[in-house]
């Protein structure tokens, strides 16, 4: 009787898998036909770019995404549709970023399949090399070095000291802080599934464990001060204040945490004058639009022009936005597909942040519970950040959107840590044969 009930189970299990491959296998269809249609459209924009370089970036970009989604259900455990919905994102970012700079895009798609190893490499990783879950220190090291090593050989870019250039002016440059934020996500899991010891831990006497954390966060936050990295600073913040009103007992840390960043908020707004620019800029960008609200009020322009539908891949003016390509690539996105494709990036990043939620709640290992938190947590600070400064919610802050901005290092750091929450989702245990095993 009990065999057969298993076997049932199993059988159920097997049906439930099939049924996901199908599922993944007409996503994959639905975003292969979206990107021939947009391409349709796009490639055909810049009579200035050779053949080849239109081939080439069209060919990576298909067979790229399309291989990632393929083999990965093939190759790794756990939730099938996390890389369905990231690859999705990167080629809307993508063909935007083709439409206003093709010369980056083809860049783009190289660092598309630099990211899709990563994810890969990083599952496997993961797999086969145990005990990260007590590596407390190396994480907290491994971030004090990599800032270091950015304060003294960073190299100043958009007002902030956040770049390492590797090979010269004919090498390409790195941003430490996209993995140093990887990095922190373990050491923030790593004290909370340690809790009852790191709660231990004393100096002269006194007990001190229990705010060790946010000591440490509040050094590197520091650090990103010396660097005017405020964004970045801001998602630190984040972290830390999310997964302590989730884990942490001593509820007066909360407190004290958002006494520390209201008096950290004023400081900066003294301190920086880029900070009080934006400030201004956020408050009445239209008092000064010739110069200092001059991309904001052209963001706006832009997604008000765009109506429901777009004006159509190539029919719009995007390119009035300095650099849409990185900060306000959500902007170009709103004016050329239309609000309604706006939307559609959002619920993307919904679905990723819920599905990563998920994960973490079912997952019973409380470390890697934590780091798929983190990451999510991660995911949908950086999207809230720069969707709301793009958008006047709140004001600009020079983040990258995970996915969809250009950039080597972001689009890198964001498939290491999606390879991550990969692997945490693989680790949930299968409940289904015992539930349809009580239920025969």
């Not at 189970?9 to 199908?22: A, C, Q």
């Not at 990632?68 to 093939?74: L, Q, V």
């Not at 980056?104 to 990211?115: K, P």
């Not at 945490?257 to 900070?275: C, E, K, P, T």
Request: with cysteine; net charge positive.
């Amino acid at each position: 009787m009990t065999r057969s009930r298993n076997s049932k189970s199993l059988v159920n299990l097997s049906n439930k898998s099939r049924r996901t491959m199908t599922n993944t296998r007409d996503l994959r269809k639905l975003i292969l036909l979206f990107q021939v249609l947009a391409l349709i459209t796009v490639l055909f924009l810049h009579d200035e770019v050779p053949y080849k370089h239109r081939i080439i970036f069209a060919g990576f970009l298909i067979i790229g995404v399309y291989a990632a989604n393929y083999f990965a259900p093939r190759i790794t455990k756990g939730d099938n549709y996390i890389l369905l919905i990231a690859l999705m994102l990167f080629s809307i970012g993508s063909i935007m970023i083709y439409r206003l700079e093709p010369s980056l895009a083809i860049r783009q798609v190289i660092w598309l399949g630099v990211g899709i190893i990563a994810y890969f490499a990083t599952y496997m990783i993961l797999k086969y090399i145990k005990g990260w879950e007590k590596r407390g220190l190396l994480y907290f090291f491994l971030i004090l070095a990599l800032f270091i090593i950015t304060l003294l050989f960073g190299s100043v870019r958009g007002g902030a000291q956040n770049w390492i250039v590797i090979g010269g002016e004919s090498g390409f440059m790195i941003q430490p802080v996209e993995f140093i934020k990887i990095i922190l996500v373990f050491l923030v899991a790593y004290n909370y599934s340690h809790y009852e010891k790191m709660k231990e831990i004393s100096i002269a006497g006194h007990k001190v464990g229990n705010y060790l954390l946010m000591a440490a966060v509040y050094l590197f936050i520091g650090m990103l001060f010396l660097q005017a990295e405020l964004g970045t600073a801001l998602i630190f913040y984040a972290l830390l204040f999310l997964t302590q009103f989730i884990y942490e007992e001593n509820k007066k840390q909360i407190l004290i945490n958002l006494g520390l960043a209201i008096v950290g908020s004023v400081i900066a707004y003294m301190l920086f004058d880029h900070i009080k620019i934006r400030v201004h800029t956020w408050l009445d960008p239209w008092k000064d639009i010739d110069n200092t609200g001059y991309q904001i009020t052209q963001s706006l322009f832009a997604i008000g022009s765009g109506g429901f539908f777009g004006s159509g891949i190539g029919m719009g003016k995007p390119e009035l936005i300095p650099r849409a390509y990185t900060d306000f690539i959500f902007s170009a996105i709103c004016e050329e597909m239309g609000i309604f494709a706006g939307i559609g990036v959002i619920m993307l990043f919904l679905l990723l942040v819920y599905r990563g939620f998920k994960i973490a709640l079912s997952q019973e290992n409380k470390f890697y519970s934590i780091v798929a938190l983190g990451i999510s947590i991660n995911f949908a600070i950086q999207a809230f950040i720069i969707f709301g400064g793009v958008l006047k919610l709140i004001p600009l802050t020079g983040i990258t959107v995970p996915f969809v901005t250009y950039g080597g290092s972001s689009i890198l750091a964001s498939f290491i840590a999606l390879g991550i929450l990969q692997y945490t989702s693989g680790q949930i245990p299968k409940m289904e044969v015992d539930e349809n095993a009580k239920n025969e």
